[in-house]
């Protein structure tokens, strides 16, 4: 039924894996300067990774290798053989170049169209594209995979909201691929000019930042979708693409023909057990110009290891909770923000913003969390929501809170990459 994403059993996708790591580990030790030092360093034969298991014992990719190798970093091909580059944008030092080979565009251009396959679009659907072109993947990697799913694609870009709307109107795009943020922004027009009855749109595809559930609702009911679909995915990995949301809307399926995901602990950077949170750490299976092993995505998650209710075959993984350079370990458990974020969702009656502070006395941990109280809503009620948020943090995180519902707009706002802890534990010897 599917004719972008292939449907595997668990042994064939076993089999393919384990020739993708083998081909992957010979590939870069044998034309990777870079990697076969990397390898040597570690006292790793490429001829020791025979099963899947092996890829344990590879030496972890981090960011700092890529700096390492500027501008063209990891790279396995002879330059003839790279047709482009693409860049993300960093927020420090050098910005992360990566090489494609014409296969590795032509697999980035393939995840993009399983990713409008399993969102159920059709050849018939029109893709106005939101995001930046140039040297970032955004803008290319939707192009890319639009066309090659057969769709009319029409490709507007970042920004320019008055050519979006005209767009939306006069060529009636059914399907958006945006940021979350520009989705809301979007809709808010929508609204403002009344053009509700004259767009056409059904679908956004949003990535690339973090999004709540309360912008997600809002966007739908303002552009009167049908259906809203998260995309995970990197620079390092092709760009966008690399795992969508599916139509039962419970986590993100990924192509595992294409690369491996293992779940680590980012402290230990040992193995987690199956199912639970930890550090994403990717491998290519078929990835030329720039083969990724056993990267550090930093981006934390869990793999959801029954089938989907979906019927799609293909693994899937968690929503992306956050970074794993913002994880706490409280009380020998390991927190991130974005479980806690979770549980705030739940209450209709809490704003967005939110603030941890961790505090030791004694030599015993404590967590004061400060989470804001919806816009426009009364402070009598503040007693009873802070248990009950305290509550459902013990049943859902396992940890125990002091809560403090504040006034809308009292917590700091902070933009980006923001870090919504204060660990006040730190430099008292313990
Ligand atoms: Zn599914």
């Not at 996708?13 to 390898?39: C, I, M, N």
């Not at 520009?182 to 690339?208: C, N, P, S, W, Y």
């Not at 409280?330 to 961790?358: C, M, T, W």
Request: hydrophobic share 40%.
């Amino acid at each position: 039924m599917y004719r972008f994403i292939p449907q595997y059993s668990p042994e064939q996708l076993h089999a393919l894996q384990e020739d993708g790591l083998r081909w992957t580990v010979l590939h870069a030790y044998a034309r990777s300067p870079q990697y076969r030092k990397k390898f040597q360093d570690a006292g790793i034969d490429p001829t020791d990774i025979r099963s899947l298991e092996d890829v344990r014992h590879l030496p972890l990719t981090t960011a700092e290798d890529l700096r390492e190798g500027y501008p063209l970093p990891l790279l396995a091909v002879p330059e003839s053989e790279v047709v482009r580059v693409h860049a993300s944008s960093g927020t420090t030092g050098k910005r992360k170049i990566l090489a494609y080979t014409q296969k590795d565009v032509d697999s980035f251009a393939l995840q993009m169209a399983r990713c409008f396959e399993l969102a159920g679009l059709s050849p018939q659907d029109r893709v106005q594209i939101a995001v930046g072109y140039g040297l970032w993947t955004a803008g290319a990697g939707f192009q890319l995979g639009c066309e090659q799913f057969g769709a009319l694609t029409v490709p507007v870009g970042a920004g320019n909201l008055e050519l979006h709307l005209q767009m939306l109107t006069d060529l009636g795009s059914t399907c958006l691929c945006s940021t979350a943020s520009m989705a809301l922004l979007m809709g808010e027009e929508v609204q403002r000019h009344a053009l509700a009855d004259k767009i056409k749109l059904r679908t956004v595809i949003f990535g690339a930042e973090g999004h709540n559930a309360k912008m997600r609702r809002a966007f739908e009911r303002d552009l009167g979708l049908k259906e809203s679909f998260d995309i995970g995915g990197m620079t390092e990995m092709y760009g966008p693409g690399s795992s969508l949301e599916c139509r039962a809307h419970e986590g993100l399926h990924y192509w595992a023909d294409l690369f491996l995901i293992e779940i680590l602990d980012p402290l230990t950077l040992q193995p987690v057990a199956p199912g639970e949170r930890g550090e994403m750490v990717v491998t290519s299976l078929c990835k030329e110009a720039a083969p990724l092993i056993r990267y550090r995505t930093r981006d934390l998650s869990r793999l959801l290891p029954q089938p989907c209710p979906c019927g799609c075959s293909m693994p899937r993984h968690d929503h992306i909770l956050g970074r794993s350079d913002d994880m706490i370990v409280f009380r020998g458990v390991n927190i991130y923000p974005g479980q806690i974020a979770d549980v705030l969702q739940e209450f209709k009656d809490l704003g967005s913003e939110y603030h941890i502070r961790l505090k030791r006395e004694e030599g015993r941990d404590f967590m004061f969390l400060q989470v804001e109280r919806g816009n426009g809503l009364s402070s009598d009620t503040d007693e009873a929501l802070a248990k009950a948020v305290a509550g459902r943090l013990h049943d859902k995180v396992l940890i125990s809170a002091a809560v403090e519902i504040a006034d809308t707009g009292a917590l700091p706002r902070s933009f980006g990459k923001s870090r919504r802890v204060t660990d006040a534990r730190l430099g008292d010897g313990a």
